[in-house]
């Protein structure tokens, strides 16, 4: 502006005395001020489904509580909300392949990861959020990374674990299995005098993710994993076929009743909650509830703990859920992760956990008075946050599900054998890698 004008008193020959300059200097940065200031905050947009504008609780719905703490910290940075459809997934492809700048900020979802990271669709934060490391767990922040990338804030989630009956497990003399064979154990001594119970239940139907995540469980079980060190999945390994030998055997042995092999993880839990079973398979959520007495029938008589693992595995958590990622063709990168950054902090994260319930990975989160206020039990899920595992990376995951979730099911009803069904896996799953 300054130049600007002395440009103008140039062309007309003007000559301006020391005074007038003076003068006119506040003036041209008044203005110049007044230009800024019109030009208002930065917009940065988030894109997200409906969900994100509601609560579950009294508490204030999660959008609510990032716009309140964004004006807190960053009072020049306006978050708009685009409301996207439940399924996410196809309009984020489009607009990544045409770099398009619609959203700044969207979710992601665990098993996209890998499509994400490798087509360079979502901005590595490592460096532009080191605190991520100080303040979430690295189990929620591997999750979502690819090749070493952070590329997402962990907000919500879900974790995987085994419930088993604390009174049952007291009154023949057992403490919690420290291992699959000791688990086993336990099963068939109670059954031998209590056979109306149902020993170890776990959700087998090819619908939905959860057969797939009950094997995750015990491929990590017995030291198993999914891919090799060349980057072929190893659904065929010794691990996998014990993995999935297992279910198989709970069924023809008794210690899982028959109905397994259909059930969907609701129908599970729901025998469970009723009373009718030692051992459950199960996402954590509802821990909150178990101990109201008009909702479960073994209210004071459960508890929950990583599922066992053999000498040679690892016990874990299996888990899954949503991150918010940035756009890397967004308009305002710097302000995009600076909202990233106050997603990342405490009370955004208490913020979800209040309005939706766990999980969340915030170090230290489920300490705090409030959030165990709202969500019972939930000290519960500590020792399970720091050992959680993701289900299996691909950049094709929904057709890889599918294709888990049928063999592995073929193998539970004996339609295959076992290791015929999963060679039959790691053969399908070449040949969708390779496309």
């Given at each position: 502006m300054i130049m600007e004008m002395e440009e103008m008193f140039m062309k007309k020959k003007l000559r301006l005395s020391p005074t007038v300059l003076m003068l006119l200097i506040p003036l041209a940065l008044i203005a110049v001020g007044c230009a800024e200031q019109a030009e208002g905050p930065t917009t940065v947009t988030l894109g997200y489904n409906p969900f994100l504008a509601d609560s579950f609780t009294d508490a204030d719905p999660p959008i609510d509580v990032i716009r309140?703490?964004?004006?807190?910290?960053?009072?020049?940075?306006?978050?708009?909300?685009?409301?996207?459809?439940?399924?996410m997934l196809e309009a984020l492809v489009i607009w990544m392949t045409s770099r398009d700048t619609t959203?700044?900020?969207?979710?992601?979802d665990e098993p996209w990861v890998t499509q994400f990271g490798r087509a360079g669709?979502?901005?590595?934060?490592?460096?532009?959020?080191?605190q991520l490391e100080e303040r979430l767990e690295s189990a929620g922040l591997d999750?979502?990374?690819?090749?070493?990338?952070?590329?997402?804030?962990?907000?919500?989630?879900?974790?995987?674990?085994?419930?088993?009956?604390?009174?049952?497990?007291?009154q023949y003399g057992f403490a919690p299995p420290a291992t699959?064979?000791?688990?086993?154990?336990?099963?068939?001594?109670?059954?031998?005098?209590?056979?109306?119970?149902?020993?170890?239940?776990w959700p087998g139907a090819r619908s939905g993710d959860s057969l797939n995540m009950f094997y995750a469980t015990l491929l990590y079980?017995?030291?198993?994993?999914?891919?090799?060190?060349d980057g072929a999945f190893l659904f065929d390994s010794p691990e996998s076929i014990r993995a999935v030998q297992l279910m198989r055997d709970t069924i023809?042995?008794?210690?899982?009743?028959?109905?397994?092999?259909?059930?969907?993880?609701?129908?599970?839990?729901?025998?469970?909650?009723?009373?009718?079973?030692?051992?459950?398979?199960?996402?954590?959520?509802?821990?909150?509830?178990?101990?109201?007495?008009?909702r479960s029938s073994v209210a004071g008589r459960w508890d929950f703990m990583p599922f066992p693992a053999a000498p040679d595995g690892r016990e874990v958590a299996v888990t899954g859920g949503f991150a918010f990622a940035a756009n890397p063709f967004g308009r305002s990168i710097d302000e995009t992760v600076k909202v990233l950054d106050v997603m990342s902090q405490r009370p955004v994260q208490k913020g979800f956990a209040l309005a939706w319930g766990p999980v969340q990975y915030y170090r230290g989160l489920y300490?705090?008075?409030?959030?165990?206020e709202y969500n019972p039990n939930v000290e519960k899920l500590t020792p399970l946050v720091g050992i959680a595992l993701s289900r299996p990376p691909s950049e094709s995951y929904a057709e890889l599900s599918g294709m888990m979730a049928e063999e592995i099911n073929a193998a539970i009803t004996g339609t295959r054998s076992v290791e015929d069904a999963m060679a039959n896996l790691a053969r399908r799953a070449a040949v969708l890698e390779r496309r």
């Open positions: 309140a703490e964004l004006s807190r910290l960053h009072p020049e940075i306006e978050l708009e909300y685009y409301t996207m459809p439940q399924d959203v700044d900020i969207f979710g992601i669709w979502a901005l590595p934060l490592n460096d532009r959020i080191p999750t979502f990374s690819y090749e070493g990338d952070r590329l997402g804030v962990p907000f919500w989630g879900s974790l995987t674990g085994l419930f088993y009956r604390t009174d049952i497990l007291e699959i064979d000791e688990m086993v154990e336990i099963i068939t001594a109670v059954l031998a005098e209590e056979s109306d119970l149902a020993g170890f239940l079980g017995y030291g198993g994993q999914y891919r090799g060190p023809e042995t008794g210690l899982s009743p028959r109905a397994v092999q259909n059930l969907e993880r609701r129908e599970s839990r729901q025998r469970f909650v009723a009373g009718e079973a030692i051992f459950s398979w199960d996402n954590a959520d509802i821990i909150t509830w178990l101990d109201d007495p008009e300490d705090d008075p409030v959030v165990q």
